[in-house]
Each structure stands twice: as C-alpha cells, then as structure tokens.
C-alpha cells in the first residue's frame, strides 16, 4: 500500500482470513509518517488456506483526516 505524503499518524498494512485480522507479527507491517514523500509498505503472510477460506488485505492509517492511496498491489501464490 502506498499513501499519499503526510506527517502525522501511523501507516499499516494488514492481512485478514475470514474475516479476522492477523496481528502485526503474523506479516502485516506498521510504520510511523514522514512527510518527506509517499510512504510505502510491503508486507506478506504464510497462510494454510481450506476450501471455503478468503484472505483481505487491509490498509489503514491515523493522520486525523482522509487519506488517499495511491496505489496497492496485491498477489497470491498457491503452493502445494
């Protein structure tokens, strides 16, 4: 996830199965702001997914107002 340029607030990108968000250590990624230029994050997650099962990824941010993205790319790999 990529947000627009802002000082204050933290960034974060999380992932979620069914519904639940996954804490920070199981492969989401939070950051403090810097108003230098866009903040960027990357982040992945090992996941034991059944028939039935859907992930989300989440991106969030606490700068006190709105706050565009300006870009997210998602991919997944299935092994096995």
Same mark, same amino acid.
């Given at each position: 996830a +990529? %947000? =627009?340029t802002n000082s204050s607030g933290l960034r974060a990108a999380l992932w979620a199965k069914n519904g639940t968000t996954l /804490?920070?250590?199981y492969g989401g990624h939070?950051? /403090?702001a810097f108003g230098? $230029? =866009?903040a960027a994050i990357t982040t992945s997650v090992v996941l034991s997914l *059944? /028939? #039935?099962d859907y992930i989300e990824f989440l991106a969030? +941010?606490?700068? #006190?107002g709105a706050l565009d &993205? *300006? #870009?997210a790319y998602?991919?997944? $790999? %299935? &092994?096995g």
């Amino acid at each position: 996830a +990529q %947000f =627009n340029t802002n000082s204050s607030g933290l960034r974060a990108a999380l992932w979620a199965k069914n519904g639940t968000t996954l /804490a920070v250590r199981y492969g989401g990624h939070e950051m /403090a702001a810097f108003g230098v $230029e =866009n903040a960027a994050i990357t982040t992945s997650v090992v996941l034991s997914l *059944t /028939a #039935g099962d859907y992930i989300e990824f989440l991106a969030y +941010q606490t700068s #006190g107002g709105a706050l565009d &993205l *300006t #870009g997210a790319y998602v991919t997944c $790999e %299935f &092994l096995g």
